[in-house]
């Protein structure tokens, strides 16, 4: 694993420079495991210590005199006062997102919310549906007003103006709405709120005076009131980012996926869709995760009883490493890389190959294993362990320098002896026997095939200790670094390094520790031509790199093509962001977001400090390994997902079908030990406002003159056609219709060519009905009329119009525009001449712009 040479303070085995081990005394060592075993991974900040300094509460109960109050006081006001932090939130209690779709209705949160094209159709359908009662019972409609409000289930802070951020809190079922507003709309549209809820005491509220109403729909935080959730810049200036600190810190959180493990130092999938992750112990088990978070209860693999490891802390010899081959899901091959003894005195590392049993695809088969390769180690320390298959098929092995301190073997070294397979980069074909009983085949492409005294395996050299290597699977879109290799190289004394590797590289071990000479005649030959890394740090950061991921996955799409990686001494997670012109990296601080912002649902804001291994799932998800205490007995190992609290993917973006895997065994189900921020994954104690639909609809009111059948169409008959012709259908008469008629998701950049009109005709229209309705200048009749009956008698004469067919109010004008009428068995049939026909036409196009939608037949 990692080289602990640095960590003479911490271990209970210390490394020397020149290899000796020695072993503290007890009382040093006991206070050294307290230490490791109390250690926290990110204190806190600065902040909160003056304060905690400050407010102590004193043991003595003496007043504090003036000039005690004035430094206290003075304490106080040196500390920064930070700006309101932003946290995202919707209804179902996850970040808010960017539609796949453009919403049709809620359109100011089309870029960035919380809903969908599914969820903005369902709000639609609400609000004609209150529309449709408003209108029929004479009512002012509001409908500017009334939209705002009800867009709010979409706003991404939709959980602050709903009160849900906590989940023991029980859901609004009106936004919060500021005083200002909240006057208006009280003086304009108190009548409204009884068709948004059906709440009685809101109802009660709405009729009383204008402060009793407001102070109920009120929130105590002004800034996410509406509107003035949508007027301050401390949360609208970077929505839809990765939050980040004042230092400029990227803040995630994490859930926790597994624990009680041994040093855990591997996770990985085997590729077949089975969506199964497979997590290695550093003792040699390797156990079997399902996607529910289950553990099977017999391990996939045991080899605890030839793998050579101890308990002492930091003991990097055990289970290393392990890859699944490409076409596993075939033909059920896996490969292995561990520590053996041979005759209780050599110690070697081994490559074997093994496969799947054949009665239970969650077993391997303990007698299926053939060695591939072991190469002698002359030191404990510097086993490399990594196993990975490239895009081109082949096997690379990862191996370390031999161990000790700065690579004393012979005089340049393991690293930069090309005849060595220690400090190199391997690459094997293990699907082709090689010559001379080789359990492998070399690439006819490997660099150094042709060199003499070289060894043809070596793909790569000049490394001292790399600990976790990972292949880029690309952009999802544009597959940019697809096949990339990265790894995180050990340093010895100054320096951690990140290094993309490449065919035939030299990456300067031991003539050059990161970016620094190490050995300064090695470093100044004009020979060396070393590949310098991407990144390296100081050991004031870290002392021992732990390899990461390029983040592929879907479920946060702000950490795409961020390298997230971290470091084992220190407990610190960072980043790299590329520059893709200048083919330069750049770092990123990582840190874990604050309570507020991980206000979630099961997620936690901490971790164990001992940063063991990151891993990828089959959907590219990230995750990382650490332990509390670094032994192999010691169970504190866990596995922690990342999640990004600030955007989360679309609904159903993210949605996996994994193949059914066939359990014989016991399943374990997962039971979290890490508190998380809420403290709960409890949902919250009522659902987010129902769709509220009353139901039966108010008596309408009749007329005291009934309309004579030679009526001329009026500004008011026409603005009733309108609105009811751009009315989109969101509803259908019958189940079956409503399965037929059901709105699919929209391509990019497509309009349906069934939605009439856009947002502003409809304002417009019913602005124009609210005037009409308020001048009462005649009553009609409510024609009860099915909508087949309306669509056969609606043009009997060429001259005249039928009375429903101009002053129906109800939706099925509506309902019937959804579908061309001229496919449907009650068709409108025209008589008369042509001439008559153009001149009902003219008049009607004069008061009604509505798209010609409906054929006319003869």
């Keep these: 694993m990692h080289s602990r040479a640095r960590a003479v303070g911490t271990f209970t085995l210390r490394r020397t420079h020149k290899g000796e081990q020695t072993v503290e005394p007890f009382r040093e060592r006991a206070a050294n495991m307290t230490s490791v075993r109390d250690a926290a991974p990110h204190p806190r900040g600065g902040r909160c210590a003056v304060l905690r300094t400050v407010a102590r509460p004193s043991t003595s109960k003496k007043t504090p005199s003036l000039p005690e109050f004035i430094l206290l006081m003075s304490a106080m006001l040196l500390v920064p006062v930070q700006p309101a932090s932003a946290h995202p939130q919707c209804l179902d209690f996850e970040p808010p997102f960017k539609p796949s779709w453009h919403l049709e209705f809620c359109t100011q949160y089309e870029q960035f919310g919380c809903c969908d094209q599914r969820t903005d159709n369902a709000i639609a359908e609400r609000y004609w549906d209150i529309i449709d009662q408003l209108e029929a019972a004479g009512h002012e409609l509001c409908a500017d007003m009334l939209k705002e409000i009800m867009c709010q289930e979409c706003s991404p802070y939709a959980a602050h103006l709903y009160d849900a951020e906590d989940p023991y809190t029980p859901v609004r079922e009106l936004p919060g709405l500021c005083f200002g507003y909240c006057s208006e709309f009280h003086g304009k549209c108190r009548h ?3 068709y948004l809820t059906g709440n009685q005491q809101l109802w009660d509220t709405s009729g009383r005076d204008v402060s009793t109403f407001c102070s109920m729909v009120d929130l105590s935080d002004q800034d996410y009131c509406y509107p003035n959730v949508l007027k301050s810049p401390d949360l609208n200036s970077n929505l839809g980012q990765v939050a980040e600190d004042p230092r400029g810190c990227l803040q995630v959180c994490l859930t926790e996926v597994a624990n009680n493990l041994r040093n ?18 550093q003792v040699g088990f390797v156990w079997v995760y399902l996607r529910d978070g289950s553990r099977l209860e017999q391990p996939f693999l045991d080899m605890s009883g030839e793998v050579m490891t101890t308990p002492w802390l930091g003991d990097e010899r055990g289970f290393l490493g392990m890859a699944f081959h490409p076409k596993y899901r075939n033909n059920g091959r896996f490969f292995i890389y561990y520590s053996i003894q041979v005759n209780s005195e050599l110690e070697k590392v081994r490559v074997s190959e093994m496969k799947v049993s054949a009665h239970d695809m969650n077993v391997a088969d303990l007698h299926s294993e053939r060695v591939i390769l072991e190469i002698d180690e002359p030191a404990a320390n510097h086993n490399g362990g990594q196993l990975l298959f490239g895009l081109d098929g082949y096997l690379y092995i990862f191996t370390g320098d031999g161990g000790k301190a700065g690579d004393p073997f012979g005089k340049y070294g393991n690293a930069q002896n090309k005849s060595a397979l220690l400090g190199k980069v391997l690459r094997i074909d293990v699907d082709v026997s090689g010559s001379r009983g080789k359990q492998y085949r070399i690439p006819s492409d490997n660099p150094f095939l042709h060199e003499q005294d070289a060894r043809p395996e070596v793909y790569a050299y000049g490394v001292r200790n790399m600990w976790r290597c990972s292949v880029d699977r690309g952009d999802p879109v544009s597959r940019y670094g697809r096949g990339r290799i990265f790894c995180g190289d050990v340093g010895q004394n100054r320096y951690e390094e990140i290094d993309i590797i490449v065919k035939g590289g030299n990456y300067g071990w031991r003539a050059k520790e990161g970016f620094e000479c190490y050995d300064v005649k090695m470093c100044h030959n004009s020979t060396l031509n070393d590949i310098l890394p991407v ?11 732990t390899g990461g991921y390029v983040y592929r996955g879907c479920e946060s799409p702000n950490l795409n093509g961020l390298y997230i990686f971290g470091d084992f001494m220190s407990g610190r997670i960072m980043a790299l962001e590329e520059d893709k012109t200048t083919e330069s990296w750049r770092e990123r601080s990582v840190c874990m977001g604050e309570t507020k912002t991980c206000s979630f649902p099961g997620l936690i804001n901490h971790h164990h400090k001992f940063i063991i291994s990151f891993a990828e799932d089959e959907a590219g998800e990230l995750y990382f390994l650490a332990t509390a205490y670094p032994s192999t007995m010691s169970p504190f190992g866990t596995v922690f997902k990342f999640m990004d609290p600030s955007r989360r993917a679309p609904p159903g973006k993210c949605k996996q079908k994994p193949l059914s895997v066939k359990v014989r065994g016991k399943k374990i189900p997962f039971v979290p030990r890490e508190r998380s921020v809420l403290d709960t ?19 309408t009111t009749r007329s005291r003159l009934k309309p004579t059948p030679t009526t001329p169409t009026t500004p008011t008959t026409a603005t009733t056609a309108t609105s009811a012709a751009v009315k989109p259908n969101w509803r259908s ?3 079956k219709a409503k399965k037929t008629n059901k709105l699919q998701p929209w391509k990019k950049k497509k309009m349906l060519n069934k939605q009439p009109t856009n947002a502003q005709t409809k304002k417009n229209t019913l602005r124009q009905k609210s005037k009409a309705q308020s001048k009462k200048t005649t009553e009609v009749k409510t024609n009860h009329t099915s909508t087949a009956d309306f669509q056969g008698n609606a043009l009997k004469k060429p001259d005249s119009l039928k009375d429903n067919a101009v002053h129906t109010r109800k939706s099925s004008p509506r309902k019937a525009a959804q579908t061309p009428i001229g496919h449907k068995k009650n068709s409108i049939k025209m008589k008369g001449s042509a001439k008559q026909y153009h001149a009902f036409m003219n008049i009607t196009q004069t008061h009604v712009n509505v798209k010609r939608n409906r054929t006319m037949q003869n």
Aim: net charge positive; aromatic share 8%; glycine share 6%.
């Design 192 to 194: 409204v709120v009884k």
């Design 264 to 281: 855990p130092v591997l996770m990985l999938h085997s590729g077949d869709g089975t969506h199964r992750m497979f997590v290695a112990e």
């Design 535 to 545: 990144f390296a740090y100081s050991h004031h950061v870290g002392k021992s790199v």
């Design 681 to 699: 994954n409890e949902k919250p104690t009522r659902p987010p406002p129902r769709k509220f639909k009353l139901t039966t609809k108010p008596t």
């Design 733 to 735: 008469l019958d189940k």
